[in-house]
C-alpha cells in the first residue's frame, strides 16, 4: 500500500454542488496531513491542513480527517468553474525527520 | 514574509548534457528544503529533502543529486541527462520544527519544466 493514496477522476460536479475528495493514509504516516490544489501547469499551492480528528472549516473548503478509519477528505461548497484542478493530498511520514508525501492526486472538474 | 525563487522556469536539453537547477528560500532560516519531480499527468515524486546544509536524504537514486551550500540555498544536478529526466521539477520549503510550532506545510517554487531531447 501506497502512503497516501488518491482516486484519480475525473471528478465532474455541476457548478454550485458540493465536491468531496478522498484520500486514504496507510500507517507509515503520521497525523499532519494537507490539502493542495494544482491548476495545470502550475505548482501546488496549499488550501489546509489538517492535524486532529474532526473537521476543520476555511471559507468554502472543509477538511475531514478520520483517524480510525484513516481517511482525510476534502469538501468543496458552492463549487466553482474556478474550482477545477487537480487536488493532491499530502503527509508527512513516520520518519522523524519532515519527509512529505503527496498521493497521485484527484482531477476536479466543475461544469458550468 | 517568506519567498521561494526557483529557476529556470523552462529548460530544453539535450540527452547527455548535465543540468543544475537552483532554489532559494528568502524570509526564514533553517528550513527544510524539498525537491520533487512531477511526470505528465502524474503525481508528485519526493527526491531529496534536506533539514541542513550538508544534510541530504536521497529518495530516488538514479543520476540526479542534490546540494545545499547554503542554509537557504538547494540545487539539484545531473551529470548526464537521460529522457526520462523530463519532467517538471519542483522545489518547496518548510519550516524546521520546533517547541510549540505544528504547521509544517510545504509551500512551492514555481517550477522548472525540464524536456531532455
Known amino acids: 500500500q501506497k502512503e497516501v493514496e488518491q482516486n484519480s477522476g475525473p471528478l465532474s460536479v455541476p457548478e454550485g454542488a458540493i465536491a468531496s475528495l478522498n484520500c486514504t493514509y496507510s500507517?507509515?504516516?503520521?497525523?499532519?496531513f494537507f490539502w493542495y490544489r494544482q491548476y495545470s501547469g502550475k505548482s501546488p499551492e496549499l488550501i489546509m491542513s489538517?492535524?486532529?480528528?474532526g473537521d476543520k472549516e476555511d471559507g468554502r473548503f472543509t477538511a475531514q480527517l478520520n483517524k480510525a478509519s484513516q481517511y482525510v477528505s476534502l469538501l468543496i461548497r458552492d463549487s466553482q468553474p474556478s474550482d477545477s484542478a487537480t487536488y493532491l493530498c499530502?503527509?508527512?511520514?513516520?520518519?522523524?525527520?519532515?519527509?512529505?508525501?503527496f498521493g497521485t492526486g484527484t482531477r476536479l472538474l466543475v461544469s458550468p | 514574509s517568506q519567498t521561494i525563487h526557483q529557476w529556470p522556469a523552462t529548460l530544453v536539453q539535450p540527452v547527455g548534457s548535465p543540468l543544475s537547477l537552483e532554489c532559494t528560500v528568502e524570509?526564514?532560516?533553517?528550513?527544510?528544503l524539498y525537491w520533487y519531480r512531477q511526470a505528465a499527468g502524474r503525481g508528485l515524486q519526493l527526491l531529496f529533502y534536506?533539514?541542513?546544509?550538508?544534510?541530504i536524504s536521497s529518495e530516488v537514486p538514479q543520476n540526479l543529486s542534490a546540494s545545499r551550500p547554503q542554509d537557504r540555498q538547494f540545487i539539484l544536478s545531473s551529470k548526464k541527462l537521460l529522457l526520462s529526466d523530463s519532467g517538471f521539477y519542483l522545489c518547496?520549503?518548510?519550516?524546521?520544527?520546533?517547541?510549540?510550532?505544528?504547521?509544517?506545510?510545504?509551500?512551492f517554487g514555481q517550477g522548472t519544466r525540464l524536456t531532455v531531447v
Open positions: 518547496a520549503w518548510s519550516f524546521r520544527p520546533y517547541r510549540g510550532l505544528r504547521n509544517t506545510e510545504a509551500f
Open positions: 500507517d507509515r504516516v503520521s497525523q499532519s
Open positions: 489538517i492535524y486532529s480528528n
Open positions: 499530502a503527509a508527512l511520514m513516520n520518519t522523524g525527520f519532515q519527509k512529505l508525501v
Open positions: 524570509g526564514t532560516s533553517n528550513p527544510n
Open positions: 534536506s533539514i541542513g546544509i550538508d544534510q
